[in-house]
Structures are given as C-alpha cells and as structure tokens.
C-alpha cells in the first residue's frame, strides 16, 4: 500500500511542451506492466493544451476551481473520465485549480509510460527540435520541417517505435456530477457507497465511499490495483492518521486493508481494470 498528502511529497514543475505551469505532486504510482498507473495531484498557475488523445485512461477530481474543455465546463467536484485514444480539449485550466487525476492502463493492455519516462525523453528530444504550444518540431538529415504531439513523439522515444493508438472505446470524454447521484444505505458498519459509473468490458469503476464517525471499511479487496483519495474529514489505517487530500494506492487483493473514520469522512474511490488475460 502507498499513501501520501501533497505536503509529504516533493512537488515537481509539469511542463510537458504545453503552454504554461502546474505543480505536480505524485500521491501514489504502480509498478511497470498493463496495471502501472500514476495518482497525482496538480495546483495551476496556468494551463492550456491542444486538442490530443493519450494511448492511457485518465480518471480526474476538480478538487478547487475549474477546467474549460472545449467549451465544456468541469467545476469543483466534476468527475472527468477520458479513455484511451479519446481525443479531448482543447483545455484551458483556471490559475489556483487544484486537481487530482489518475492515468493509467486502459482496457487494451497497452498499459501506461510513465510521466518521469516522458520528462526524460522530453529532455534527450530537446536536443535536436523544440517543444512549443503542445507541439514538437524538428528538422530531418534532409531538411524537411516536421511537427508532432509532444505526448506521442516523447512516448515514442521511450518505446523506441512507432506509436499505434488501440481503437477508442468512446467518442468523447466522459463528466459526472457525483452530487447528482444518492448514496447506498448504510452498511451495518456505517459505510456508504455511491457507485458514479462502470466503464469497459474491463470493469473500470469511480465511486465514493462515506465512513460514519466510528465506521471501519475494507479496502484492496479488487482484482485490479485501487486508489482512494480523502476528500472530506479525515481517516486513519492503523496508527496512521491521513487527513484531507491523502491518496492510497492498493495493489490487486492486497486487502483487506482496514480504513477507519474518527470523524466522518468520505473518499473517492476507482478501481482500474481487470486483466484476466
């Protein structure tokens, strides 16, 4: 099990050849294979992307602030889906929003290059072109000017081939409202669960969980790795406390982990997909 709070980890400056900044503080992070995943939190000074698509799923929480996606507005509290190879944006990101995402494998298996493998082919690329606006140029040995998407050329770098995008199982990004949604009845332990939405043949699923003062929940008990973000209150494994914006990573039937609340509290919760194969 992992767990961090954004002020226990040491923050890093996200660039990715897009225009303008963010902090980005990593919570919890896989391990290489189909199920490798980064959590991590990111605070905005500016932000803005082109229209791209990934070769990985993205789960996000607007936690403060907003994010404009093409004219589509994600306040606080939204949920965003994106599936693999689903294009999405152009996205412009509010200073001062402060947003918890997680990327990882998708349904295809192709799985997730991770984001410390993309700064360091970022950084070997800038060598022989330039990254600007969302946008990689260069200059080839017979002087023809080429441009490219910075995520794909840097992916490509790391894979060391020619990147292949699996068939989107969507048309466009997903946006949930969780306060649209009613809560499950209490279990006999206090512990309430509202499910937002199951995505795939590969059973990826984002929910909430609400832990009473005095509940104790379960968790790490999914066949695929798990991450929780607190989101209200606090809770407590063990000895340890882990208050307002603690991020656990669970590794496929790590559980059960017992989560127990003092005080109300509530998480966000997904559970990435299942690869039997």
């Given at each position: 099990?992992?767990?961090?709070?954004?002020?226990?980890?040491?923050?890093?400056?996200?660039?990715?050849?897009?225009?303008?900044?963010?902090?980005?503080?990593?919570?919890?992070?896989?391990?290489?294979?189909p199920?490798?995943?980064?959590?991590?939190?990111?605070?905005?000074?500016?932000?803005?992307?082109?229209?791209?698509?990934?070769?990985?799923?993205?789960?996000?929480?607007?936690?403060?602030?907003?994010?404009?996606?093409?004219?589509?507005?994600?306040p606080?509290?939204?949920?965003?889906?994106?599936?693999?190879?689903?294009?999405?944006?152009?996205?412009?990101?509010?200073?001062?929003?402060?947003?918890?995402?997680?990327?990882?494998?998708?349904?295809?298996?192709?799985?997730?290059?991770?984001?410390?493998?993309?700064?360091?082919?970022m950084?070997?690329?800038?060598?022989?072109?330039?990254?600007?606006?969302?946008?990689y140029?260069?200059?080839?040995?017979?002087?023809?000017?080429?441009?490219?998407?910075?995520?794909?050329?840097?992916?490509?770098?790391v894979?060391?081939?020619?990147?292949v995008?699996?068939?989107?199982?969507?048309?466009?990004?997903?946006?949930?409202?969780?306060?649209?949604?009613?809560?499950g009845?209490?279990?006999?332990?206090?512990?309430?669960?509202?499910?937002?939405?199951?995505f795939?043949?590969?059973?990826?699923?984002?929910?909430?969980?609400?832990?009473?003062?005095?509940?104790t929940?379960?968790?790490?008990?999914?066949?695929?790795?798990?991450?929780?973000?607190?989101?209200?209150?606090?809770?407590?494994?063990?000895?340890?406390?882990?208050?307002?914006?603690?991020?656990?990573?669970?590794?496929?039937?790590?559980?059960?982990?017992?989560?127990h609340?003092?005080?109300?509290?509530?998480?966000?919760?997904?559970?990435?997909?299942?690869?039997?194969?």
């Open positions: 099990m992992q767990s961090a709070t954004l002020a226990e980890k040491e923050s890093i400056q996200a660039s990715g050849g897009r225009v303008g900044n963010v902090k980005l503080t990593y919570l919890a992070r896989g391990k290489p294979g199920n490798n995943y980064a959590a991590f939190i990111t605070d905005t000074e500016s932000w803005v992307t082109p229209r791209h698509k990934h070769t990985f799923d993205q789960m996000k929480i607007c936690l403060r602030g907003g994010t404009n996606y093409a004219g589509i507005e994600t606080a509290g939204s949920v965003v889906y994106i599936g693999e190879s689903v294009h999405y944006g152009p996205q412009k990101r509010e200073a001062g929003t402060l947003q918890f995402t997680v990327q990882f494998g998708g349904a295809s298996g192709m799985g997730y290059v991770s984001g410390d493998e993309r700064r360091a082919a950084a070997e690329l800038k060598k022989t072109g330039e990254f600007k606006d969302g946008v140029t260069w200059v080839d040995k017979d002087g023809k000017r080429h441009n490219q998407d910075s995520f794909e050329v840097c992916v490509e770098h894979l060391g081939r020619k990147l995008y699996p068939k989107p199982r969507y048309n466009e990004m997903i946006v949930l409202n969780p306060d649209h949604y009613e809560w009845k209490p279990d006999a332990n206090g512990v309430s669960i509202k499910w937002l939405a199951s795939t043949e590969r059973g990826t699923r984002v929910g909430m969980v609400r832990l009473d003062a005095g509940a929940w379960n968790a790490g008990m999914h066949k695929a790795p798990e991450v929780l973000l607190v989101t209200k209150g606090s809770v407590r494994r063990g000895d340890t406390a882990h208050p307002l914006h603690t991020a656990f990573g669970l590794e496929p039937m790590e559980g059960p982990i017992a989560i609340a003092d005080e109300p509290a509530e998480l966000w919760y997904l559970q990435m997909p299942v690869h039997d194969d």
